[in-house]
């Protein structure tokens, strides 16, 4: 079968669709160096507390303030909230992914009903589906909780709470994420996942977590529809 027939056939059996948020539908930090939000939250960590040698030293925010949750740090709501604004600012710079806005009008044109699942935060996801006129075809967007951050995907507790909003079955319900922890996440839900390879390497990468199927451009979820 081809990667078109197995798109369709994953597609024709489900009535749920589930996207992650940075990187299908948009780059969240494409506008706004995800590097130097890592910097801004271990800088001001450091101011207020002392120290940030415990956060994680890497380029990514969100393993900072997952990783602060995990080591139980002080401070990790405030941690959480200056990241929360941060990512509020950044969706207004982002690119959106080509043809993601397609891709979703196409599946509700189908009658599918879609979410989002993100380990960003709700407000972000709330301010890019409304600027973009995305929010009338896309509930629930379920973003990360600052009570729950060690719920995070590869987590599937998001993924359950959009299984539950939509009284849908797993079976019967797809996620489509551009990460390990995406497919991860999927897989413990006993949901289907197609996984978007949008850099070099990452194919492999899906293919091996377990990705139902992978694609590589968001133009293959279109035509598949």
């Known amino acids: 079968m081809t990667q078109a027939g ?8 489900v009535e749920s669709v589930f996207f992650d948020f940075d990187g299908p539908i948009c780059r969240v930090f494409s506008g706004v160096s995800a590097a130097d939000v890592a910097r801004s939250l271990r800088h001001a960590y450091a101011e207020a507390q002392g120290s940030a040698s415990l956060l994680s030293p890497g380029d990514d ?12 740090l002080p401070a990790v709501t405030e941690l959480e909230a200056m990241l929360t604004s941060l990512e509020v ?4 710079l982002a690119d959106p992914t080509p043809h993601a806005d397609e891709v979703i009008k196409a599946l509700r044109n189908g009658s599918r009903r879609l979410a989002a699942v993100s380990n960003n935060s709700t407000s972000a996801l709330q301010r890019y589906f409304a ?5 009338q075809y896309v509930a629930p967007l379920i973003g990360r909780e ?3 951050l060690r719920q995070m995907k590869p ?3 998001m993924v359950f709470l959009a299984l539950d909003a939509h009284a849908v ?3 019967r319900a797809v996620l489509i994420g551009d990460s390990v922890t995406d497919i991860q996440a999927a897989r413990a839900a006993g949901v289907l996942s197609i996984g978007y390879a949008n850099k070099p390497g990452k194919a492999e990468a899906l ?5 139902t199927v992978v694609i590589e451009d968001m133009a293959d979820l279109l035509n598949a529809i």
Request: net charge negative; hydrophobic share 35%.
């Open 6 to 13: 197995e798109v369709r056939a994953v597609l024709r059996g």
């Open 61 to 72: 925010p969100l393993e900072v303030v997952k990783l602060a949750s995990e080591h139980d």
């Open 89 to 92: 600012a950044a969706v207004d």
């Open 131 to 135: 600027t973009r006129g995305l929010d």
């Open 146 to 148: 600052p009570a729950r």
């Open 155 to 157: 987590d599937p507790h």
């Open 169 to 171: 079955e797993p079976g």
């Open 207 to 211: 293919t091996h977590a377990g990705a």
